[in-house]
């Protein structure tokens, strides 16, 4: 099925329809290509100390050949990287692509349940951790297939004095690292060291080799691993890069990092599309820490920053910001979730430059449609879609719909995974024959091409650009002790976008909402935690049992 594509007549100028995607074999041959041309450049930066794209090339080079000298991993071998954004996050991605490995990356904040499901769907051999999280790991490990654990600390990148100091003041004063005991483990350090001595392996990558498992929740609620490979991932460097092109200059730019670099978001447009240009990603450790966060950002002259609606309304609302010199800020892109009006709108009277909305999926690596750079004000569309890609709007027998009408959305392009991990039966409802995915979001397209999201299709919760499933929730919350039955919706919420309501019927009447907490707080990341608890005498079901939200979305209060 062919789509008319009225977007290309407002694409921002000298945006090809195209992209080349025979320019590069691989992701490896972009980060390659950096190293050499951008050499003296600084490529990342964080806590005030800065690596050059040299220096990146070197450690990078250096990881790779203990990946795959030392331990012997081979091409296909899948790594675990569970690191927040510090220095040692991009050392340790290229040197595992550049061994030819498929990276899993990791939420720091995982609990042990869903850590151990992550290393045991992946079957990751190797994982690379952070100090401070080393303690969950060892409640699992033994549980999965991970052989090789290299531990790193906050401060090991950050020179022998400065490193120091933040070390001890983590370890020690904030006492952020429990204990922990992983036998074998080797610190980032060592394996640097024993790459040293090593060559480089020179792996042969193609488009059809897997770059990343990037793990996403499913409506069953069991997280699945998106496979993105290397094709997938160079279409979507290109395809950001070309749209980005005429706004932004080569070796030039500052791009503030605030979002974890482990979500799709800011590894496509941050590490890698910014690495492609020359950039400076300034590495945001801890961005809830917003005094902390604008005290850094005015020792920057910053050109551009990406993040989500939750990330530039908490700025805006931190002392200190509006004095900021925005003066070089020439990019504001937003995306993971609904960027609202009254944030965009304050966002360009406080910095004079527009915050530009942008849509994707984890599983279209991620970008789909982007809003012109160049736009004077917000407008409330999610933008028009990027090159090479093609988005249609079709009803539920898979009918094209004309221009205004709402279904779903639909997308078709390189960027598109090859499917989800070891599991057929999901990529089956999602992906259709005639190569389309089904977005679950029900949107509406103008006449100009430029797509406006409507609605959800299914129960997803978008909590800070971060997604919640409830069927998950449900699972976990449904073994809380005197918990008879659970559901869970997302309502709105002014800090994070949505946010996740639990309804509960008590088995046990002493049941506590204290109780109830503790309990997620023990078995679910933070952002999938309720934020409302509301205890029922029963839960609104269809005649064969099945608990309708929608009643319950609908119901007073919600």
């Known amino acids: 099925m062919g789509v008319e594509?009225?977007?290309?007549?407002?694409?921002?100028?000298?945006?090809?329809a195209e992209i080349d995607l025979n320019r590069y074999a691989s992701v490896v041959s972009v980060i390659d290509e950096a190293c050499l041309r951008f050499a003296q450049r600084p490529a990342y930066g964080n806590y005030g100390h800065v690596l050059s794209y040299a220096e990146i090339d070197r450690l990078s080079a250096q990881f790779a050949a203990y990946l795959g000298g030392t331990l012997g991993l081979a091409?296909?071998?899948?790594?675990?990287?569970?690191?927040?954004?510090?220095?040692?996050?991009?050392?340790?991605?290229?040197?595992?692509?550049?061994?030819?490995?498929?990276?899993?990356?990791?939420?720091?904040?995982?609990?042990?349940?869903e850590l151990e499901h992550q290393l045991k769907d992946s079957g990751a051999k190797a994982i690379v951790v952070l100090e401070n999280f080393a303690g969950v790991l060892q409640g699992v490990i033994t549980h999965t297939d991970v052989r090789h654990v290299v531990v790193t600390s906050l401060g090991e990148m950050l020179g022998t004095l400065k490193g120091a100091l933040i070390n001890f003041a983590v370890r020690h004063v904030r006492k952020m690292v429990p204990p922990w005991q992983l036998p074998g483990a080797v610190s980032l350090h060592q394996a640097l060291v024993l790459g040293a001595g090593q060559a480089r392996p020179q792996v042969a990558l193609g488009h059809d080799d897997l770059a990343f498992l990037q793990y996403t929740g499913g409506t069953t609620g069991v997280a699945k691993g998106a496979m993105l490979s290397h094709g997938n991932m160079v279409a979507n460097m290109l395809q950001a890069s070309t749209w980005i092109q005429s706004v932004?200059?080569?070796?030039?730019?500052?791009i503030v990092t605030a979002l974890p670099l482990y979500h799709i978001f800011s590894l496509t447009a941050?590490?890698?599309?910014?690495?492609?240009?020359?950039?400076?990603?300034?590495?945001?450790?801890?961005?809830?820490?917003?005094?902390?966060?604008?005290?850094?950002?005015?020792?920057?002259r910053f050109t551009a920053i990406t993040g989500v609606n939750t990330l530039f309304n908490g700025l805006l609302n931190t002392p200190g910001f509006n004095d900021l010199d925005f003066s070089h800020l020439r990019m504001t892109l937003g995306g993971g979730m609904a960027v609202q009006r009254a944030v965009a709108e304050r966002w360009k009277q406080v910095t004079g430059c527009t915050l530009v909305e942008a849509y994707g999926l984890t599983e279209t690596s991620p970008a789909v449609c982007i809003n012109p750079l160049d736009l004077a004000a917000y407008n409330g569309s999610i933008g028009l879609p990027v090159p090479s890609t093609e988005v249609c709007v079709q009803d539920d027998s898979g009918t094209l719909l004309a221009t205004g009408e709402i279904g779903e959305l639909c997308v078709k392009?390189?960027?598109?995974?090859q499917g989800y991990w070891n599991r057929a039966d999901e990529t089956a409802k999602v992906m259709d024959s005639g190569g389309w995915l089904h977005t679950g979001d029900i949107a509406r397209m103008d006449s100009n091409g430029f797509f406006y999201i409507v609605d959800r299709k299914k129960d997803m919760i978008l909590v800070s650009g971060f997604n919640v499933y409830p069927n998950e929730v449900e699972d976990v919350m449904a073994a809380c002790p005197g918990v008879l039955e659970v559901a869970a919706i997302g309502v709105p919420d002014d800090k994070s976008g949505e946010a996740v309501k639990l309804f509960v019927v008590r088995?046990?009447?002493?049941?506590?909402?204290?109780?109830v907490r503790d309990y997620a707080k023990a078995n679910l990341t933070g952002y999938k935690r309720p934020h409302i608890v509301e205890f029922r005498d029963s839960l609104p079901k269809t005649n064969v049992g099945k608990i309708l939200r929608r009643e319950l979305r609908a119901s007073p209060g919600s």
């Open 5 to 16: 594509r009225p977007w290309l007549a407002h694409y921002p100028k000298n945006v090809p």
């Open 75 to 113: 091409k296909g071998d899948r790594i675990a990287i569970m690191l927040p954004n510090i220095l040692q996050y991009p050392i340790v991605l290229f040197g595992a692509l550049r061994a030819g490995l498929v990276v899993v990356n990791t939420n720091p904040l995982y609990t042990a349940r």
């Open 248 to 254: 932004l200059h080569e070796g030039e730019e500052v």
């Open 270 to 300: 941050n590490c890698f599309t910014f690495l492609k240009t020359g950039g400076y990603a300034y590495l945001i450790t801890n961005p809830r820490d917003m005094p902390g966060f604008v005290k850094e950002l005015r020792q920057l």
């Open 413 to 417: 392009g390189p960027q598109v995974m």
């Open 507 to 515: 088995k046990n009447p002493a049941l506590t909402e204290a109780e």
